[in-house]
């Protein structure tokens, strides 16, 4: 049943008056019914099916005009939900610090400085549109999903994760060459879109960031923006990169070889048993200390899930955290799978690849919304997780924000049938 503003749920519309600055009256009205059917429809998230989850909707022509033309920008509202985000872990940072300062034991000399480090996953999702022909931006990507290229829009992503909390940085689109040149717009490479995140980021005071990558972005000019910012890096790296191993014979004592040969060399006694972070299973791993070509001095992780395994199911990473130890190495490492559960939420629950929107500005409006209807539901996890003493997921929270909205809108009939109301009279609200 549609499900009419006024029915809007207490939580709902307090988060909704943190934004009403970026918004004219008229678009207020369009944002929060955006907001509330991203949180209410099942359904596809296209423009209609926002329509027809809200009693007394908005015209069709009028929605569209709001994320294709409308003066709103949406960079504004990333600005006001990261600024809210940094004050509100601001006091928790702040808690965990004097919990290290307690907990560090007596010992001669200036004490170490406490610090609570946080993530910066970065990313990118191909949200898959076979039939949009007319959209901007549109290219063919690498799916995962598919195993294969596929028409659609590229997404780059990057998530702030801090003391088990999570939030979204700026949706960004990525457009091949081709497809800048078609549409008359400068050309950034997926490469050249990480570090412009990199190179922006401001993180909350008292913590130390480290930046977190896989494969695709194992590039020395991601590793230089994050070292210029005294943050960490750790990156996937595919099995043909190269690194620094001794050599007595070489003139210089070291030479260079293939990440893949270094690893076939390796004995049994090379690998040490480590119980991986999440999901307690056991592996392989084999941490040296050594330079990697076109990058920096770095610590390569080398994992097998079984030493009987074929050598191409090894995994590499490269850490320039040079003091940590194999277990939080693994740590490091492991952290990087909340953003593919970032990516699997926001398309689940949020329908992040749901739209059919035209312009290219409209799709990052679209996104930005969606990002902060996830900003909201992450909030009202943390919520819950209170309320009820139990990990809450992202769907749950979703699902009680729903709960809450029916109960809104019986409670709502009921005292419409009370002051007299007629039933025609209430089916043409919802029915229109």
């Known amino acids: 049943m549609p499900q009419s503003i006024i029915c809007l749920d207490e939580e709902v519309r307090h988060f909704a008056e943190r934004f009403r600055a970026v918004f004219s009256k ?48 949406q960079e504004a509202l990333v600005v006001i939900w990261l600024e809210h985000f940094r004050a509100e872990m601001q006091p928790l940072v702040e808690a965990e610090r004097e919990q290290q300062r307690q907990h560090q034991p007596k010992r001669r000399g200036r004490p170490k400085l406490p610090l609570v480090t946080g993530y910066v996953i970065g990313d990118d999702s191909t949200m898959s549109k076979p039939k949009g022909r007319k959209m901007q931006g549109l290219g063919k990507h690498h799916s995962t999903t598919y195993d294969q290229r596929i028409v659609g829009h590229s997404l780059v992503q990057g998530l702030y994760v801090l003391l088990d909390r999570t939030c979204p ?110 999901g307690g299973k056991k592996v392989y791993v084999h941490v040296v200390k050594t330079s990697v070509r076109k990058l920096y001095r770095c610590q390569v992780v080398i994992v097998r899930h079984s030493l009987t395994a074929p050598l191409a199911q090894t995994r590499y990473w490269a850490s320039s955290d040079l003091e940590a130890d194999a277990e939080e190495l693994l740590a490091h490492i492991a952290a990087r799978w909340d953003i593919e559960v970032f990516f699997g939420n926001g398309k689940e629950e949020l329908g992040l690849d749901h739209y059919q929107v035209m312009s290219a500005s409209a799709l990052l409006r679209f ?6 209807a996830y900003v909201f539901l992450e909030e009202e996890q943390q919520r819950l997780r209170l309320s009820w003493q139990r990990p809450v997921t992202i769907g749950e929270a979703r699902r009680e924000i729903q709960r809450r909205h029916r109960r809104s809108l019986l409670a709502w009939l009921h005292d419409q049938f009370l002051s007299g109301a007629h039933p025609e009279t209430l089916f043409e609200l919802f029915a229109a």
């Open 26 to 73: 008229p678009q207020y009205q369009y944002f929060v019914t955006v907001l509330l059917e991203l949180m209410e429809c099942e359904g596809k998230r296209t423009l209609s099916g926002v329509l027809s989850k809200v009693g007394e909707p908005p015209s069709l022509s009028g929605l569209s005009r709001f994320f294709a033309e409308a003066p709103w920008v």
């Open 169 to 278: 940085l700026a949706p960004q689109l990525y457009r091949q060459t081709r497809v800048c040149e078609a549409e008359e717009v400068p050309f950034q490479s997926k490469i050249e879109l990480m570090e412009t995140l990199i190179r922006t980021f401001e993180p909350v005071v008292g913590t130390h960031t480290h930046i977190l990558l896989d494969s695709w972005y194992c590039a020395k000019c991601l590793w230089h923006a994050a070292r210029e910012r005294d943050f960490l890096v750790t990156t996937g790296m595919k099995s043909n990169r190269w690194l620094r191993v001794p050599d007595e014979t070489a003139a210089q004592g070291w030479r260079w070889q293939k990440v893949s040969e270094y690893a076939a060399g390796l004995s049994e006694q090379d690998f040490q048993l480590v119980c991986w972070p999440r």
């Open 367 to 372: 996104w930005a919304l969606a990002m902060l």
